[in-house]
DNA sequence: CGCGACGTTGATTTGCCTCAACGATTGTGG
DNA sequence: CCACAATCGTTGAGGCAAATCAACGTCGCG
């Protein structure tokens, strides 16, 4: 029960037995974190990887000009870890927050490498998982480029409405690379156009 | 000797014998793009994956204003291809284009599972060098947000000098997401500045 | 209640784009 | 090999999208 999302969401991209999604659940520990706690913060080392079994999380950096840039948002059934800090072991330059309390399921660093051992199949999920992962990135790339603000709203808007619901205008406008009053101006538009 | 540069780079990531690699390689063909040549061009499916052996490429999309958008480019040892189209059977959206006489070797789809099946590790291979390549993503778009056209500009040239000494400066503002007037306007005031 | 974070609005500035013109370089066909 | 075309890099004038700065009313929360 506590792990039926996990499993359905691993068999949308392998094919795997029951008894191997068992010995791979086994392997995560269910945690929870309350509304605006933090996962991890800037500077930590990122040991873990997450799966969000409830709730929501922004992903953020700060740059030097105290400027928050979200690289994206993590909803129920959405993978969550700062990948730079986990696989280099280095200072993490990311923060994760929670936006609503939240539960999420987490593997450590060591284990995640004894499940690749024991359940081979785990390899070619997170293969196909980033692969996937990968498209995003290129796809959002060139949206930043070749949209303008307004029009990089409007698609995140119609894409994640249910996400969007649970976001402050702020945090919307990290997302989308404007500032939050700029974010404003374009919603004002958008209404006296209607 | 033809795939000594594939062995090196699959070795960086993965522990395997030399009969695997031997293996591994038989699967990738070896072909020949001339300068100016399209390995894949927007609306054909791409059928392949590659990795260059020599030469150069740029992998690049036009949007609906004609405007060129470069993901990235493909040099000595990097990989190649559309991923969205080859993992999901979709028109290519991208263009990759030789910018030089260049030698990839192509692995075709169906071959490519048929090696993920003889040779498992082959998936971690791929599962290591994708992950690396979100954190590239994540790390550009940092960039593209926080910093201006001439950091970024500065940045790039900085990191892949010997990129950027095979490109037109047309092909390196479609990179950083600016007009190739802007650029000379950027590299203008760099020289009046020192 | 009072404080802090939020969303809004306006005035001003700025980073970058657009358009147009020009010489320099490269490529190409005769 | 040259003539011509095409593409390139440069520069300027003007314009626009978005940032910056500052002020304000609102709301949730301790």
Redesign the interface.
């Known amino acids: 029960m506590p792990y039926d999302l996990l499993k359905e969401n691993i068999k949308k991209d392998v094919t795997v037995s029951e008894l191997q999604l068992d010995v791979i659940c086994n392997y995560f520990e269910p945690s929870s974190v309350s509304k605006n706690n933090m996962l991890l913060v800037q500077g930590q080392l990122c040991k873990f990887e997450g799966f969000v079994k409830n709730g929501c999380f922004r992903v953020y ?1 700060i ?3 105290g ?1 928050e ?1 979200t ?1 994206y948002f993590a909803a129920k059934g959405w993978w969550l870890m700062d ?2 800090s986990f ?1 280099n072991h280095a200072p993490s330059v990311l923060n994760i927050q929670a936006l609503e309390d939240s539960e999420v399921l987490l593997i450590s660093k060591t284990d995640k490498e004894l499940l ?1 051992r024991e359940v ?1 199949v785990v ?2 999920l ?2 196909i998982m ?6 995003a ?6 949206r ?3 949209l303008t603000a307004k029009e990089r709203y409007e698609h995140f808007v119609n894409t994640y409405p249910s996400i969007v619901s649970k976001l402050t205008d702020r945090q919307i406008s990290s997302y989308l ?1 404007i500032t939050h009053e700029f974010l404003s101006k374009i919603k004002r538009k958008q209404l006296t156009e209607k």
Chains 1, 2 share one sequence.
């Not at 980033?130 to 498209?135: D, F, H, L, P």
């Not at 990135?137 to 060139?142: D, G």
């Open positions: 950096t740059d030097k000009k400027n840039n690289l990948l730079d696989m690749y081979p390899e070619r997170f293969r980033s692969q996937k992962a990968i498209i990135w290129q796809r959002r790339l060139v930043n480029h070749c690379g």
